[in-house]
């Protein structure tokens, strides 16, 4: 039976693993590969590394550490952030990473999507979607989040987008769902149910993780494929192998590592 | 020097963007392996191994233009096929609906989408033993691999693990020198490690 995956999200820059404010304060966390292989030996699923000295800038992004990851990480692991065509996908690609994850630069041009998944196969290509609750009761999506003063709302409702991406050549969707980032009050099962209900292909969760019930409720509720979380594995409040062992003991179906 | 480290190991390339993971676990195994991109390069071969990840139509036709698919097909060392390469392995393929190299009898085909069974089947999966196989040797019953694909090879005689996915498909596959691994062994932490080196060192 496929198992359900916990995904920790590393940011990235210059080749280093950051955190703090995107953009502003950060705090060196350490080498890239280090952290990967402490993730990996504690029993993470696999692994997103996203490069945040991207988008907004609207520059591109050094990508030689991909390669240096993918020597020495033996559990599969996706690129995000300055992916907006198909030859830096191809250079990320080549350079090791399982997948790539494209965002702003989807919305910005649909057409990206389907030029990766036509280059690289659909299971290469994973869109994230960083969505919000507006006045109206409607979730709709951002893009460049990563920088609140270059953040835009085109207007897209993040359930047509999930739709289209899909029709696209998305082969896999993460949804962060920012009402409820960082606030580690839980996943915002609501929006993932009903995400869920529209996605044939694989879905993560992203954006609440606070406590291993969180997770759980992820799985159980909204039946996604994924979580992703970044500041509880990073803390160390949430250790992986407690979170797999608490997650079995609800007999939800997870990788032994 | 291990016995695994003295062998000459090929990886074709047939433009798969896995290739480069793939060298880089037989690295981690202690081998240095050449890529090729034509026949003569897979003179002298002890082991070869054929990744591949994309779509089954846009490999074969890359294989025929390197002149490969005749050596492949002719090939005394043990082969290795993973992923997309382990389906081209086989008669044909649903995807496009081409010939592949026919080295394993049967038809690949699309997975079946049903309720919470998600196409790409994208994550760890369990393998089932079906038969005893040196590939499997040291790899605990119901160990976990990587798999990412949407197509898979029927079960047969010649499936030593199945997996399954809305239905039981092909994890692994030998006949004698034919081999094959639907999940990538080069992302499939200590088990993938282990069947790789295993199929390094197997008699044959």
Not at chain 2, 113 to 135: E, K, Q, T
Request: with cysteine.
């Amino acid at each position: 039976m496929l198992s359900r995956r916990i995904i920790p999200c590393l940011d990235v820059r210059d080749g280093r693993v950051v955190k703090g404010v995107r953009f502003r304060d950060h705090v060196d966390m350490g080498d890239i590969v280090e952290l990967a292989l402490r993730y990996r030996d504690e029993g993470a699923d696999e692994l997103v590394f996203y490069d945040i000295g991207a988008s907004p800038g609207g520059r591109s992004v050094d990508h030689s550490w991909v390669e240096r990851v993918a020597r020495l990480i033996d559990i599969p692991f996706c690129v995000a952030g300055g992916i907006r065509d198909v030859a830096t996908a191809r250079r990320v690609l080549h350079a090791g990473a399982d997948k790539v994850s494209v965002n702003s630069p989807a919305l910005e041009r649909p057409a990206l999507v389907s030029e990766l998944a036509d280059a690289f196969g659909v299971q290469c290509v994973v869109v994230g979607i960083d969505s919000i609750r507006e006045a109206d009761g409607q979730w709709r999506v951002r893009t460049n989040t990563g920088d609140p003063s270059k953040t835009r709302a085109p207007g897209m409702r993040t359930l047509d987008w999930i739709v289209e991406v899909q029709r696209l050549g998305a082969g896999e969707i993460v949804l962060n769902c920012m009402d409820s980032d960082g606030v580690r009050r839980g996943y915002d099962i609501e929006q993932l149910r009903q995400a869920r209900a529209l996605c044939a292909v694989p879905l993560v969760a992203s954006g609440g993780a606070g406590e291993p019930e969180h997770f759980a409720a992820a799985f159980e509720q909204a039946d996604v494929d994924g979580a992703l979380a970044a500041s509880v594995f990073h803390s160390g409040a949430i250790p992986i192998p407690a979170l797999k062992r608490f997650l079995r003991q609800r007999e939800i179906e997870v990788r032994d590592a | 020097m291990s016995r695994a480290a003295a062998a000459r190991v090929v990886v074709v390339d047939a433009g798969g963007a896995n290739l480069g993971s793939v060298c880089y676990a037989l690295e981690r195994l202690g081998v240095r392996p050449d890529v090729v991109d034509a026949p003569a390069g897979l003179d002298g071969a002890d082991r070869v191994i054929l990744p591949g990840v994309g779509a089954a139509p846009e490999a074969m036709r890359r294989l025929q233009a390197q002149g490969l698919v005749e050596p492949l097909r002719a090939l005394r060392a043990p082969l290795l096929g993973i992923c997309l390469g382990m389906q081209l392995l086989y008669e044909r393929s649903e995807e496009g609906d081409v010939e592949c190299l026919g080295l394993l009898p049967g038809v690949v085909r699309r997975l079946t989408p049903a309720l919470g069974v998600r196409i790409p089947h994208m994550g760890w999966n369990g393998l089932r033993a079906m038969r005893p196989s040196p590939l499997l040797d040291g790899v605990a019953e119901g160990a976990s691999a990587y798999f990412v694909h949407s197509y898979a090879a029927p079960v047969t005689a010649a499936t030593v693990a199945t997996s399954e996915h809305g239905g039981l498909f092909t994890a692994m596959v030998q006949d004698g020198r034919r081999c094959g691994a639907q999940f990538h062994p080069e992302r499939s932490a200590a088990t993938g490690a282990r069947i790789l080196r295993n199929f390094l060192e197997m008699d044959c």
